[in-house]
């Protein structure tokens, strides 16, 4: 397992002052900055665009850019975050014609590549590209908005992808979003989370440093 990362989902920032918000939130602790990108087609919601992402770093910020596609299709749009600037690009399997082909685009893009999974997606679409992810993400919620309620059965799929990666011995984050807080998130690190993405229970506080503080320490 890998030191912990805390990954803010800007979603829940503050969208009219978000360079500063986005700042902020990585002064006050956050490690990388979790952009969620949602097309109104593969979920019902729209957020952000490559432009957006570039803005960002034009504006200084210099974190890891975690980049969650919700859309599709996928492999037209994940070369241009990539080039505005993306540090990992997840994408989920039912968004994707082919699956293994759009983790080889992202990599030859230049960065990370992910693989997410709903609440209903089963683990095996894991059986035959986990040698080339460099993470999985289990989403606790229904893709598609913050401040959702978390949804327990993702302990289980943690449990089973931590032991998936543990047995193959490659350097994987475990990724959870959907529903983290500081009360739960000890839980979901004993489950084998080691990255954890946090949107309205940081952003939803007055002081974030205190959230993300507490969130640390629940992980141990
Ligand atoms: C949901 C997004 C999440 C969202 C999490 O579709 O993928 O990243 O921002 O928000 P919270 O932490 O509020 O559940
Ligand atoms: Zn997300």
Redesign the pocket.
Known sequence: KQSPVIAP?I??ANFARLGEDTANVLAAGGDWV?F?V?DNHY?P?LTMGPMVLKALRDYGITAPIDV?L?VKPVDRIAPDFAKAGASLISFHPEASEHVDRTIGLIHDAGCQAGLVFNPATPLNWLDHVLDKLDLVLI?S????????K?IPEALAKLREVRRRIDERGRAVRLEI?????AENIGEIAAAGADTF??????F?APDYAKVVAAMRRAIG
């Open positions: 989902s979603l829940s979790h969620d949602m979920v919601n969650h919700m989403m919620v229904n893709p598609g908005f913050g401040g959702q978390f979003d959907g529903g983290v807080s993405v946090a949107g309205s229970a940081i939803g």
